[in-house]
């Protein structure tokens, strides 16, 4: 069972927002994010005020791209079946899926949650790719390159909740703040 490499919880996530009866087709936005896919290399933030539906895109988008699964009955219907690069981009890329806002029992510290999210990368890399050499003592970054340089198969990345640790230690140091004036 993958961890974070083509896992189902972006695709299940999909499903249940989509079968909602107030469901808001938000999919045309993939296809302007197909481009920057393609070329590779781009970083893409998309930033929204709470509650306007950043969670709904980013498993929208996982669950659109992601190889593991057959997503083509949930996008059925959808504008972007109608796009001339559907079948093309739909499941065709390895994505890493995130959210960054869950925090494991028993990881204290920044370090420690990295370190767990690292060693549970390593573990979807080693299922998914047993044919290429994978060093665990080598960098997560010197990991992705060598498998880009066997398989030449890019990764897509998509994080949810990746503004949390801003929030939170912002909100903390208000607090901090606002009781030291007081």
Known sequence: ????LNSIKSVSLFRMERMKPYFVDKSPMIEELLPLI??????????RPRRFGKS???CMLAAFLEKGQNSE?????????Q??????????YH????????????????EQYIDRVESRILEDLRAAYSQCRINGEESLWDILND???ETEEGFVFVLDEWDIYSTVILSATRTRTAIFCF
């Not at 393609?38 to 930033?47: K, M």
């Not at 009955?73 to 079946?81: D, Q, R, S, V």
Request: proline share 2%; with cysteine; hydrophobic share 35%.
């Open 38 to 47: 393609e070329s590779g290399g781009s970083y893409v933030c998309i930033t």
């Open 73 to 81: 009955h949930m996008f059925c219907g959808l504008e972007i079946a």
């Open 95 to 110: 994505v890493f899926y995130f959210t960054l806002n869950e925090i494991p029992k028993g990881c204290r510290s920044y």
């Open 147 to 149: 498998i880009y340089s």
């Open 1 to 4: 069972m993958a961890n974070y």
């Open 83 to 92: 796009s001339r690069d559907y079948d093309k981009n739909r499941n065709a």
């Open 56 to 58: 709904l895109m980013a």
